[in-house]
Every structure is written in C-alpha cells, then in structure tokens.
C-alpha cells in the first residue's frame, strides 16, 4: 500500500512566522504535490513537483516555496505565514501521468 | 475561472436508492478525468476515473459516464449505503501535462439509514 505522511496534523502559528510542513512518501513516485482545501473551493495546487529538485507553481503559489532534496520528501514553506493561510494542506504523490495521486491526511493549519 | 466545477454543495439521498453526482468541466483539452472521496480528517482517496476515449466506466456499485460533447461527467453510486455519506470531488487533467490535477468544489454526499 501507498503511503504518504504528513508531519502534524494540527499546527498553530502565529503571523509572520515561518513554517515548514513535511511530506514524505514510500512508493518510489515521481510527481508530489501540494494543495490546499478551503471550504467551497475545493482543492487548490500549490506547487508540484516531477523530480528531485525540480519544481513547478501551481494555482495559487503566492506566498508559498517548496523544496524537493530527495524523492521521497515534499516540503512546503510559508515564508512568513499570515490568516489567509489557515487551511487544510494536503500532499500528494502520484507514479504516473495521468495517474491516480495518493493523498496525505492533511496537515490543519492555523495562524493567529 | 473555475474550469472543473461541481454545482451542487450537497446532496442527500436514501440508503438503498441511486446517488448522481455531476462535474461540468469548460477546458476541451482534458482527457483524464478521476472521482475523489473525502472523509473528514482524512486525506482524499481515489475512487474511479475514466479516460476521454471512453464514455462509461463501471466498478462494483460506482460507475462513471462521460459525455464529452457537452463536458459533463457523472458519478452513479447504486445501491447507496451510509458509509457512502462523504465529500466527492472530481478531478481531471491532461494527460501529457506531469498528472496535475484540477479540481471541482466538492459534493457533500448524505446517505440516511
């Protein structure tokens, strides 16, 4: 079985600060992704990547970097994380294209 | 602009009988389309998908139908059951496009007993 892990499922931080949340998968896949899902918007991508260190932005990548070191790990960072941020993020990773993505538990994220 | 969208925020349905969940989508490119279920707390799993080539896909009580004239797709689950109850998103992509996926809004499902 897939399995992708997310680092928190709950965090709280405060404005300006800076945040790392952690993605890591075990099934040698390719592509990783990020997203987050805000209610009556749906899952918006954040940034994907197809290969170690290389990146690409998605929708809605203001505000947001990420960092690929390895195949395995995903990060994504909130340079400086303000209240518009407080959302569900969710990584995913997919083998294929077009392919199935296996999707993360989600990592809530709230900031103060 | 939203190219995949769900129009309906909820659904509800009686244990036993058919759920219909619709996706309208406005990019002609897409040729991979994929259904999503949600439980709260838990991360999205893969439920079905169907390729552009097709027009129907089954798999046990969920079956996904195509119509690409008018860039609508739906998601039939039959018989409907309570652990159905969840959020359902559709998704669809282009195929040469490194599997991103675009998103519909979500379809709160309720199954009653």
């Known amino acids: 079985d897939v399995k992708v892990t997310q680092s928190s499922r709950y965090l709280v931080k405060r404005t300006g600060e800076k945040v790392f949340l952690e993605c890591v998968q075990d099934m040698d896949h390719e592509n990783m992704f990020w997203y987050r899902q805000d209610p009556g918007l749906g899952l918006r991508l954040i940034y994907f990547?197809?290969?170690?260190?290389?990146?690409e932005k998605g929708d809605i990548p203001e505000g947001y970097s990420v960092s690929r070191e390895k195949k395995e790990r995903f990060s994504l960072i909130l340079e400086s994380a303000s209240t518009n941020q407080t959302s569900m993020y969710l990584c995913?990773?997919?083998?294929?294209?077009?392919?199935?993505?296996?999707f993360g538990p989600g990592t809530r994220l709230t900031v103060l | 602009d939203q190219q995949v969208k769900q129009n309906s925020p909820s659904l509800s349905v009686q244990e036993g009988r058919i759920s219909i969940l619709n996706c309208d989508y406005t990019n002609s490119m897409f040729d991979y389309f994929l259904w999503y279920k949600k439980y709260p707390a838990e991360g999205p799993t893969f439920l079905i998908s169907i390729s552009s080539i097709k027009d129907k896909n089954e798999d046990g009580r969920f079956t996904v139908f195509l119509n690409k004239s008018a860039k609508h797709l739906s998601l039939h689950i039959v018989p409907s059951q309570p652990g159905d109850s969840a959020v359902y998103f559709c998704a669809a992509s282009v195929v040469s496009n490194t599997g991103k996926l675009i998103f519909g809004q979500g379809t709160t499902l309720q199954v009653k007993p």
């Open positions: 990547s197809y290969d170690v260190k290389m990146k």
């Open positions: 995913a990773s997919s083998l294929d294209s077009p392919g199935e993505q296996f």
